[in-house]
């Protein structure tokens, strides 16, 4: 989708959530599924609940200050046996009840500590939408088209005013340098459709695309293999040929670091297998041009 998904479409004839509902679901690649996190939000639930038990840890500690400095068998053994705590705790405003009170509410309280931990991970492991798909939402929301108001109103306007406060369930594919440049600066190529004549969100093919990559990548890496064998093929001289060698990897280099995703090390392997058919070549006797020359 130019600034947005992939095919699909929406119903035209809904408003309010029914309407982004069917924005959101237009999409086959699931591009339009982005919520807000709340940051703010979480970050403050966060620091409430570790405030809670913070105060919590320091209630035991008093607790197990004053079990610590009490001589009587019976509080030395319930601090040390589970089954005398547990039966201890029965009698109703106890000491030990109000410890074993404590203990439950610790459990409760860590457990949902932990998991508001685990859940705000997770949800920060999510990938924010692309700066295109993004956009496109953003215009359907407000209804660019139609005069520039929310499609929710309310507190709910300004839920997608900023895209780092959103995060994409769909996790989009890795996409190499090329192909977001053809997403980004090719779209007449690809175009699909548009979902009606009054809309700016155009549907493009990933499909094209990707056929579109596959054919460039293989046109690449034949001229800079077939290419340079031939090009050294019909040089003679030893320094013109290194110098030559030379300018091919660091072209080849540059071509894997723009058009491609590779790592460091990745690039650094293909080079060294690039240089060295390179000079297999031209230390061998193909064709009877190597060595001295002719």
């Not at 679901?25 to 609940?49: A, I, K």
């Not at 705000?120 to 359907?140: C, E, G, V, Y």
């Not at 690809?190 to 155009?202: K, N, T």
Request: net charge positive; with cysteine.
């Amino acid at each position: 989708m130019t600034e947005g998904g992939e095919n699909g479409g929406f119903e035209a004839h809904a408003i309010g959530f029914a309407s982004l509902t069917s924005v959101m679901v237009s999409c086959e690649d699931y591009s339009m599924m982005m919520y807000n996190r709340f940051d703010r939000l979480s970050t403050r639930n966060l620091l409430y609940l570790q405030s809670e038990l913070a105060a919590l840890q320091r209630q035991q500690d008093e607790f197990d200050r004053e079990d610590f400095f009490d001589a009587q068998t019976d509080v030395r053994n319930i601090a040390r046996s589970w089954e005398a705590f547990e039966s201890a705790a029965k009698v109703q405003g106890s000491n030990a009840a109000k410890r074993m009170a404590l203990a439950k509410n610790i459990r409760r309280k860590i457990k949902e500590y932990k998991e508001a931990v685990m859940v705000d991970a997770d949800m920060l492991a999510l990938r924010r939408p692309s700066k295109q798909t993004f956009r496109a939402f953003n215009q359907l929301f407000v209804n660019v088209d139609g005069g520039r108001f929310p499609t929710l109103g309310g507190s709910s306007s300004s839920l997608y005013n900023d895209r780092h406060d959103i995060s994409a369930l769909a996790r989009p594919l890795e996409e190499d340098r090329l192909t977001s440049f053809l997403r980004k600066h090719c779209l007449l190529l690809f175009l699909e459709r548009y979902p009606d004549r009054d809309s700016r969100l155009a549907y493009v093919s990933t499909k094209r695309i990707a056929v579109a990559v596959g054919i460039i990548n293989v046109l690449l890496a034949a001229a800079f293999l077939f290419g340079a064998i031939y090009n050294l093929y019909y040089v003679d001289q030893e320094k013109i040929k290194l110098g030559l060698i030379a300018g091919y990897t660091t072209a080849f280099a540059l071509c894997i670091s723009l058009v491609t995703n590779a790592k460091r090390s990745e690039i650094f392997g293909a080079c060294a297998a690039y240089a060295a058919v390179l000079v297999v070549f031209v230390s061998g006797s193909l064709g009877g041009n190597s060595g001295s020359g002719h």
